[in-house]
C-alpha cells in the first residue's frame, strides 16, 4: 500500500478558551499533510504475528504524534468515525503490543512503529478490526500578554488536532467474502455513476473501482477510477458515487463497465463486475 496522507483523514476539533486573542498566530505544526503513513492497511493471516509501519514528516515543522488504539465503524456511505470501546473492542486490545506509544519528528525525518499480534488458541474464527491512530499533538500554548485592563469579551480559540488512522486486521480460521456490484445508474444531468458494493461473508474486502466506456463498436476506454475501497463487518453494503468527466461523450447504446479488483500488488484478481447499457 501506499503512503497515506492527512489531507485525507480525520481532523478532530478540541476547544480552548482565552481571555485575549493572541497578537500573532501560533506557529503551525503537525498540519494536514504533514504526516505519511506506509502501510496504510495491515492485515495479520496465517502465520503472520508482526508488522512495521513508516511514519513520515514530511513538512516544514517539528511535530508529535501520540499513538493508540481506537474501534472505528465504517457507515453505508463510507465514512469512518470514531466509537467509544465496547467490552469487544476492549478485550480485542489485548491481540495487540506496538512500540512506540509516541514519536517526535523533525521536518522530513522518519521512524518506525512496530507492531505485534498474540491470539489467544480459543480466538473463535472470523475477522476482528481495530484502528492505529496516530493523533497529532498540539504544541503547547503561548502565553498571552498581560491585559492592562479586565477584558469586556470573552474569546474561544478553536485548535485543530489532526489524526491518521489506519485499519490493523486479524483473520483466525477460515475467513472469506463475496462482493457484488448491484443497481449501477447512471445521471446524465450530473454525469454521476451510482451503485452498491454488496459483502457477504466473514471478513472484509478491500480493492479498486474502475468504470469503462464500452462503444458498440467496440474496444474500451477508462472513465473513472477509485483506489482501495472497503466494506467492513458488519456492514454488508456500501453506497458508491463516482463522478465521471463532464466533457466525456457517452453514446447512445454504449455499456458501461464497472469492475471491483483486489488492488495491483495484491495479485489484482477481479472481485466483481457490473454492466451498464446506456439509453
Known sequence: MGPISTRILTLLLAFGLGLAIPAQPPP????????LVAPTRVVFEGRRRSAVVSLSNVGQTRATYRISLVR??????GGIQERPLDPGSENLQSLFRYSPREVTLDPH??????????KPAELPTGEYRLHLLFRAVPPPPEAAPVPSAAP??????LTPIYGVAIPLIIRQGETSAKVAITDPHLDLAT????????????QSVFGDL????????????????ASGLAVYPPNTTRHVTLTLPPARTLPPGSRIRITYALPPQ???TLLAESFLTLP
Open 28 to 35: 503551525p505544526s503537525g498540519g494536514p499533510g504533514d504526516l
Open 72 to 77: 472505528m465503524e465504517m457507515d453505508e456511505g
Open 109 to 118: 525525518e522518519s521512524q518506525t512503529v512496530r507492531i505485534q499480534v498474540r
Open 152 to 157: 469586556k469579551d470573552l474569546s474561544i480559540k
Open 191 to 202: 454525469h454521476t455513476l451510482t451503485f452498491r458494493l454488496d459483502r457477504s461473508g466473514n
Open 210 to 225: 474502475r468504470a469503462s466506456l464500452i462503444p458498440a463498436s467496440g474496444g474500451s476506454e477508462p472513465l473513472v477510477e
Open 266 to 268: 495484491d495479485g489484482g
